[in-house]
């Protein structure tokens, strides 16, 4: 679920990398380097406090014709036509601690999440040989990693993406429009306050299941030189309609996040990337 991303920089960074329907001709079948960047985001969905996050990781990008690796996420590409993709995606996001958030103190921190879940993508126009319009219907189940694994429910996030770019890939341009839901559980996880952690300012509150935000986003790329590219995000959520616009710990009407960043190549494949639509 891109709430994730809303929680921390990493996989933000990664999908302004690229735009999900840009065509990608001539690709290797694999490329390996490092990233690095700076983001700011709240510090969970609908936190008063923001978290910067800097980060350098190494990457690795495999185009395989079913397993891939890329800019756009991690998964198992299992159908896909010139129309209408199916796949298996992951996403990742960082923990947040309660100490550093006031209106969670004294509650258990929020762990590391992995989500993974079927994921159909459907283009619905090419306006221009460069851009695309397209539909993402992810479906994700959510793991917290925190001493263990605990499933922490699911999510749903609609969004619609126009991809734009331009020859040879020089520059990347991606705008979506997309709200993102979960079930009863995931609510919990961010917005129920249970007995036990109540206060006088924080009064117990059972999360139920709907909306959780929607979101406008708008990423890019540059190519400085063929081993470097630079890339910048940002990106509005607003509760406004939240299922759980009640709860004590959803804090703010709307927040923004916000990061830029470098990818360096270190080395490529000869070989083509594989499939015909790569």
């Not at 960074?13 to 001709?25: G, I, M, N, Q, S």
């Not at 540059?222 to 509005?236: I, S």
Request: proline share 6%.
């Amino acid at each position: 679920m891109h709430i994730a991303r809303t929680l921390l920089a990493t996989s933000v960074l990664c999908a302004a990398l690229a735009p999900a329907y840009a065509a990608e001709p001539a690709l290797p079948l694999w490329e390996a380097g490092v990233f690095g960047g700076t983001a700011v985001t709240p510090a969970y969905p609908g936190a008063s406090e923001r978290s910067t996050r800097t980060l350098a990781l190494p990457y690795l990008i495999y185009r395989g014709k079913v397993l891939r690796a890329d800019r756009s996420g991690v998964g198992a590409r299992l159908f896909d036509t010139q129309r209408v993709g199916f796949d298996v995606g992951f996403a990742l996001s960082l923990p947040a601690r309660s100490s550093d958030v006031p209106a969670r103190r004294g509650m258990p921190d929020l762990g590391t999440l992995v989500e993974f879940g079927p994921r159909l993508k459907v283009k619905l126009a090419e306006p221009t040989r460069n851009s695309r319009l397209g539909l993402e219907l992810p479906l994700r189940a959510v793991i917290e990693a925190r001493g263990g694994l605990r499933r922490q429910g699911a999510t749903f996030e609609p969004r619609l993406v126009y991809a734009l770019q331009g020859d040879d890939q020089a520059w990347q341009l991606d705008a979506s429009a997309g709200a993102v839901l979960g079930n009863a559980a995931i609510n919990d996880y961010f917005y129920g306050v249970s007995p036990a952690f109540a206060t006088d300012q924080r009064p117990a509150y059972a999360a139920k299941s709907g909306l959780m935000l929607t979101r406008l986003g708008l990423g890019g790329s540059y190519r400085l030189h063929p081993d470097w590219r630079a890339f910048a995000f940002v990106r509005y959520d607003t509760y406004s309609g939240a299922a759980n616009r009640a709860s004590p710990l959803l804090r703010q009407n709307s927040g923004t996040s916000a990061g830029i960043g470098l990818l360096w190549t270190w080395r490529r494949s000869g070989s083509p990337a594989r499939g015909a639509d790569d």
